[in-house]
């Protein structure tokens, strides 16, 4: 493989003139929640800042990724996909976690009872979390860590929720420009 064609910085990955060209156009955002509520905002991103410090980074991505594919927030997939991208992820294992129950073999144990919790949480609807996707959560998180996580849950859920009903567009954000 030559170096040339290997992408070294995220504008790499960026659709051509002329495939953009070809392109549907973006939508409009409705609202600029950070601009028009700043204090939630700010709060919102410090709560994101306490869940991750009790986190593995690399499961927080996981739950990240996996909770906005349920959500459909397309602006958070760009985002978090990106992060993971940027910090080593691999390509496949973003890829399969919208299949993860046919792709465990890409993920540890911890890091599936950890999506399994993510879906849980995210999807109320469906009930209560169950006693055995917590219990499973606990055997492979310690008790700190796994409140960090329910909370890291929590969290990507509210900011999915803000950007959907905010129309946030996706495909412009740059690795770590948000913290």
């Known amino acids: 493989m030559t170096t040339e064609n290997t992408p070294t910085d995220a504008s790499a990955n960026a659709p051509t003139d002329e495939q953009t060209a070809a392109n549907l156009p973006e939508h409009t955002p409705r609202i600029s929640v950070a601009e028009l509520a700043p204090d939630l905002y700010r709060a919102l991103a410090r709560a994101d800042a ?75 609807t469906d009930g209560f979390v169950p006693d055995e996707v917590y219990d499973k959560a606990a055997e492979h998180f310690e008790e700190k860590e796994l409140a960090h996580l329910i909370g890291a849950i929590t969290v990507i859920n509210a900011w999915n929720r803000l950007s959907v009903a905010a129309r946030n567009v996706p495909g412009h954000y740059v690795p770590g420009s948000l913290g």
């Not at 990724?65 to 993971?84: E, G, P, V, W």
Request: glycine letters at 4%.
């Open 50 to 124: 306490a869940a991750r410090k009790g986190l593995d980074p690399v499961i927080g991505e996981l739950v990240k990724i996996r909770a906005s594919q349920i959500n459909h927030c397309a602006f958070c997939l760009d985002m978090h996909t990106k992060d993971a991208l940027a910090m080593g992820e691999s390509v496949e294992r973003i890829v399969q976690l919208s299949a993860w129950e046919e792709s465990k073999h890409y993920y540890t144990a911890k890091e599936i009872a950890a999506i399994e919790l993510t879906e849980a949480i995210t999807v109320l």
